[in-house]
C-alpha cells in the first residue's frame, strides 16, 4: 500500500501571501496613523497646514495658559528654543510667538520642526495661521534666525483646558535636500 503524501504547495502558497499581506499592512500602518492623528488631533498632533484666522469674538472671560518646549532629535547640533516659555492668550485672541535658532556648524543645514500638543485633546483647538514648522527652514553655517509662530485658540476649547503645552522637536533634514535644493532655500532665505 503506498501513502498518500499530502500537497504542501498550497500552504505554502498561502502563508506567503499572509505573510506579504501582513508586511504591507504594517508598512501601510504608519501613514494610516499620521492621517488618523492629524484628523482627530489623536496623539497630540497638530494640523500641519496654516488655519484661516476669521474674526470671532475673544472670550476676555477666560485665559489659557499655553506653554512651549523644544528639543532636538538626535544628530542636530543647533540651538533651538522660544523667546518665551509660555504666553497667557484670551481664546480667540492671536498672538506671536518667536523660536531662535542658531547653526553653530561650519557647513548649512536645513531642518524640520515637527509639532505636538499636550494634552492631546488641545490640537483640536490651536489653530497656526504662520508657522515655521509648515517648511523646512535653511541656516547657513554659523548663522541665527529668528522663526515666527502666529497662533490663536478656538474660542470652543472646553472650560477643562486651561493650559496646554506645544512642543516642537527638530529634525535634520540636511542629507534629504540635494546640493540644488540647498542654495535655493538659501537664496529664498
Keep these: ?38 484628523v482627530t488631533g489623536f496623539n497630540g498632533r497638530t494640523s500641519n497646514e496654516a488655519a484661516t484666522y476669521e474674526m470671532v ?27 518665551v516659555k509660555e504666553v ?23 531642518a524640520q520642526a515637527i509639532p505636538s500638543v499636550a494634552p492631546a485633546e488641545a490640537s483640536l483647538y490651536l489653530n497656526k495661521v504662520e508657522c515655521f514648522c509648515f517648511n523646512q527652514q535653511p541656516l547657513a553655517a554659523n548663522s541665527d534666525t529668528e522663526m515666527p509662530m502666529q497662533f490663536y485658540v478656538d474660542p470652543d476649547i472646553p472650560d477643562h483646558i486651561t493650559t496646554f503645552t506645544l512642543s516642537y522637536t527638530l529634525y535634520d533634514m540636511t542629507a534629504n535636500t540635494s546640493a540644488e535644493q540647498m542654495a535655493q532655500l538659501l537664496k529664498t532665505e
Design 1 to 38: 500500500m503506498s501513502e498518500e503524501r499530502p500537497n504542501n504547495s498550497i500552504l505554502v502558497k498561502r502563508l506567503l501571501l499572509t505573510v506579504a499581506g501582513m508586511f504591507a499592512f504594517g508598512f501601510a500602518l504608519v501613514p494610516l496613523y499620521d492621517v488618523f492623528c492629524e
Design 57 to 83: 469674538e475673544v472670550d476676555e472671560s477666560r485665559t489659557i495658559k499655553v506653554q512651549f518646549l523644544t528639543r532636538n532629535a538626535k544628530g542636530i547640533p543647533w540651538k533651538f528654543e522660544p523667546s
Design 88 to 110: 497667557r492668550v484670551h481664546p480667540g485672541e492671536t498672538k506671536v510667538v518667536n523660536f531662535l535658532a542658531a547653526n553653530p556648524t561650519e557647513s548649512d543645514m536645513v
